[in-house]
Nanobody
Framework: QVQLVESGGGLVQAGGSLRLSCAAS????????MGWFRQAPGKEREFVAA?????NYADSVKGRFTISRDNAKNTVYLQMNSLKPEDTAIYYC???????????????????WGQGTQVTVSS
């Protein structure tokens, strides 16, 4: 049974940093794409960052967030710096079943999802 478990969320002041982790189990994802999405209240879930053969970022987080992965630990990370109140959301980790990726930013590219971790940025 595949599981993705996020951790590292919390409450932080604007300008602060958080590091999210997503630990995968049940299969290896070393050849898969892994990504982060977020969903704010009343909004759709949106792409944040992903790592496959390359890294890919939403314009809103480029230069502030960094995605990385440790294949030995089957874990993906999201380092978030210079956080803003508009970054407040539930952050979800996701992974693909295949190494063949058409659109790494699309939600329907991903087969596995975590339960999410809350990130709240106060002003």
């Amino acid at each position: 049974q595949v599981q993705l478990v996020e951790s590292g969320g919390g409450l932080v002041q604007a300008g602060g940093s958080l590091r999210l982790s997503c630990a995968a189990s049940g299969r290896t994802f070393s050849r898969s794409a892994m990504g982060w999405f977020r969903q704010a209240p009343g909004k759709e879930r949106e792409f944040v960052a992903a790592v496959g053969q390359n890294t890919n970022y939403a314009d809103s987080v480029k230069g502030r967030f960094t995605i990385s992965r440790d294949n030995a630990k089957n874990t993906v990370y999201l380092q978030m710096n210079s956080l803003k109140p508009e970054d407040t959301a539930i952050y979800y980790c996701a992974a693909t079943a295949s190494s063949f990726i058409v659109n790494i930013r699309a939600r329907n590219t991903y087969n596995y999802w975590g339960q999410g971790t809350q990130v709240t940025v106060s002003s």
